[in-house]
């Protein structure tokens, strides 16, 4: 039997939030020294920050997932701050944090690396993006046999340098042996990576679609 328990939640990131899941870095265009330096330091700290990733833990690993709903939340917001940051700044990202799956990681990573390509290629990863913020977010609890999921609606301000843009993200997660994970990952923007190689409103429901090895095989072909 499937249950679906729905959760709006209206959220304003305070400041301490912020602090938690972003590092600021000031650019100054009249000291190009003072910029390659900042830019330095913030690479070096989110090294660091690599260095000892975050563990997402469900509270009980035998227990539905519905009671993880802010651990499931603090981690696709950090996922989102470290992927928009990877592929306008250049940053690394560590998506064994975040990712189980092998062909769910496979894509992720061709494609932060193909819009960080398009974004140097255009000259424009000198406009840094300092951090994120969440808006009005929504969070879906499903039952399954596989121990149910949660589906996670995050819309998110990408403030920068200069300027700011926003998108809105789902999410999949599931409680795998006690970890949180994300199962599936899309942003349906217009022109976006996702929008050009999976499609246009998708209806994000299947947490094992990237377990299915024809979908894949036919979406690999597709993006190749």
């Not at 100054?28 to 913030?42: L, V």
């Not at 696709?76 to 990877?86: E, G, I």
């Not at 042996?177 to 209806?203: A, C, H, P, Q």
Request: aromatic letters at 10%.
């Amino acid at each position: 039997m499937k249950y679906v328990y729905l959760l709006v939640v209206l959220f304003t990131l305070s400041s301490c939030v912020k602090d938690m899941t972003s590092i600021h870095t000031e650019v100054s265009g009249d000291n190009p020294t003072e910029s390659d330096t900042n830019t330095e330091i913030m690479h070096s700290m989110e090294r660091n920050v690599l260095q000892n990733p975050p563990k997402y833990v469900s509270k009980n690993k035998d227990e539905r997932s519905v009671i993880d709903f802010d651990t499931a939340y603090e981690m696709c917001m950090r996922a989102l701050t470290d992927y928009y940051k990877a592929i306008w700044n250049g940053s690394e990202i560590e998506l064994d944090t975040f990712i189980d799956n092998i062909n769910l990681k496979k894509y992720t990573q061709k494609k932060i690396q193909s819009q960080y390509e398009v974004h140097l290629k255009n000259n424009l990863t000198n406009n840094l993006v300092k951090d994120i913020d969440i808006g009005a977010w929504e969070m879906e609890y499903t039952d399954d046999l596989d121990g149910g999921f949660l589906y996670i609606k995050l819309p998110v301000q990408i403030n920068k340098t200069v300027g700011s843009y926003g998108e809105v993200t789902e999410f999949l997660v599931r409680n795998v042996n006690g970890k949180l994970v994300i199962v599936d990952w899309y942003t349906g923007t217009k022109d976006s990576y996702d929008f050009m190689e999976r499609g246009i409103n998708l209806t994000i429901d299947n947490p094992d679609i990237w377990n299915d090895r024809e979908w894949v095989r036919g979406l690999n072909s597709t993006a190749d």
